[in-house]
């Protein structure tokens, strides 16, 4: 079992940064991907960036140049800096855990946007940004 637990979210004005971060406990194996979602009041779940255990990240076009995921794998945390922030970033963000997709061909295809192949999920930090 792994458990996630997400940190850093608050209220910032626009332009202006956060960074999120998430401790990951449990079996997480040595390969495995971890990813940030956000969910917006009355909009789907998306994917904003994932980084795999070998460092290898890819965004969302929405975040791309604003954002950094990165991980520090010693300390089993995930982090998501965020700069220049818009109000429309505004949501709950989500960290969540892929232990298989290392075995997923189309991973960098697509598939790490999709919250449908993740198996664990933390309970959210909420980031609002005001104009």
């Known amino acids: 079992q792994v458990r996630l637990v997400e940190s850093g979210g608050g209220s910032v004005q626009a332009g202006g940064s956060l960074r999120l971060s998430c401790a990951a406990s449990g079996s997480t194996g040595s390969r495995n991907c971890m990813g940030w979602f956000r969910q917006a009041v009355g909009k789907e779940r998306e994917g904003v960036a994932t980084i795999d255990s070998d460092g290898t990240t890819t965004y969302a076009y929405s975040v791309k140049g604003r954002f950094t995921i990165s991980r520090d794998n010693a300390k089993n945390a995930l982090y998501l800096q965020m700069n220049s922030l818009k109000p429309e970033d505004t949501a709950m963000y989500f960290c969540?855990?892929?232990?298989?997709?290392?075995?997923?061909?189309?991973?960098?295809?697509?598939?790490?946007?999709?919250?449908?192949?993740?198996?664990?999920w933390g309970q959210g930090t909420q980031v609002t940004v005001s104009s």
């Open positions: 969540a855990a892929d232990l298989t997709c290392f075995r997923n061909p189309a991973w960098y295809r697509g598939s790490w946007a999709s919250q449908w192949e993740y198996n664990y």
